[in-house]
């Protein structure tokens, strides 16, 4: 509405010069208070929006912190694991090739019961380093010396030899010469008879 519709309407200039103001700052304020409003709602909005984004990204930054914090305890779990392992493979190794080489040690000097001669060792004082024994030998001296019975050539079996008499009915140097139904006409005769 304008001044000259006022005065149309039956106000005095003044009137409708007091009208007009009041009706600009009235809508002025109105403006104001609304402009004010959208602001504070886009800044509720904004302010609203951004909290709940900084809060999820808030969780899923302890989300990724917890499972680099369980990676990192999984591969310092893994390396131990590894190092005990290898660990575990050497000795096991180391022991094998020590043995390896304690039974090498009775072979050459001729131990007739390995497992016996063994018994003997103090095994404890026995070391591998490079590849070599340290302590044994002086313990195998001991032990070859106090039970020398355990060592060396292994005593030869008796051979029991064939009678070189000729047993009873038989023809010929030693029987030689016989048919088979000779010799097994001779043996059923004479059982114990060696042809």
Same mark, same amino acid.
Do not use: W
């Given at each position: 509405? #304008? &001044?000259?519709?006022?005065? =149309?309407?039956?106000?005095?200039?003044?009137?409708?010069?007091?009208?007009? #103001? @009041?009706?600009?700052? %009235? /809508? !002025?304020?109105?403006?104001?208070?609304?402009?004010? %409003?959208?602001?504070?709602?886009? &800044?509720?909005?904004?302010?609203?929006?951004?909290?709940? @984004? !900084? =809060?999820?990204?808030?969780?899923? /930054?302890?989300?990724?912190? *917890?499972? =680099?914090?369980?990676?990192?305890?999984?591969? %310092?779990?893994?390396?131990?694991?590894?190092?005990?392992?290898?660990? *575990?493979?050497?000795?096991?190794?180391?022991?094998?090739?020590?043995?390896?080489?304690?039974?090498?040690?009775?072979?050459?000097?001729?131990?007739?019961?390995?497992? =016996?001669?063994?018994?003997?060792?103090?095994?404890?004082?026995?070391?591998?380093?490079?590849? #070599?024994?340290?302590?044994?030998?002086?313990?195998? %001296?001991?032990?070859?010396?106090?039970?020398?019975?355990?060592?060396?050539?292994?005593?030869?079996? $008796?051979?029991?030899?064939?009678?070189?008499?000729? $047993? @009873?009915?038989?023809?010929?140097?030693?029987? #030689?010469?016989?048919?088979?139904?000779?010799?097994?006409?001779?043996? *059923?005769?004479? $059982?114990?008879?060696?042809?």
């Amino acid at each position: 509405m #304008k &001044k000259e519709d006022l005065i =149309a309407l039956g106000l005095t200039e003044e009137q409708a010069e007091a009208v007009i #103001k @009041s009706h600009t700052e %009235e /809508l !002025t304020a109105a403006k104001k208070t609304a402009r004010q %409003e959208g602001e504070n709602f886009a &800044k509720s909005a904004y302010e609203k929006s951004a909290s709940e @984004s !900084t =809060a999820k990204l808030t969780e899923e /930054l302890e989300s990724v912190k *917890a499972a =680099a914090s369980k990676s990192a305890a999984e591969l %310092e779990e893994l390396k131990k694991k590894y190092a005990d392992d290898t660990a *575990a493979l050497r000795a096991d190794r180391d022991g094998l090739e020590k043995n390896y080489l304690i039974d090498s040690a009775l072979t050459a000097r001729q131990a007739k019961n390995l497992k =016996a001669a063994k018994a003997l060792l103090d095994l404890d004082k026995v070391s591998l380093k490079d590849g #070599k024994l340290d302590g044994l030998e002086e313990q195998l %001296e001991a032990v070859v010396k106090e039970n020398g019975y355990m060592f060396g050539a292994s005593e030869s079996v $008796p051979q029991f030899m064939k009678s070189t008499q000729n $047993p @009873s009915g038989l023809v010929g140097a030693e029987g #030689k010469g016989l048919t088979y139904s000779q010799m097994m006409a001779i043996k *059923a005769q004479n $059982p114990n008879a060696e042809i």
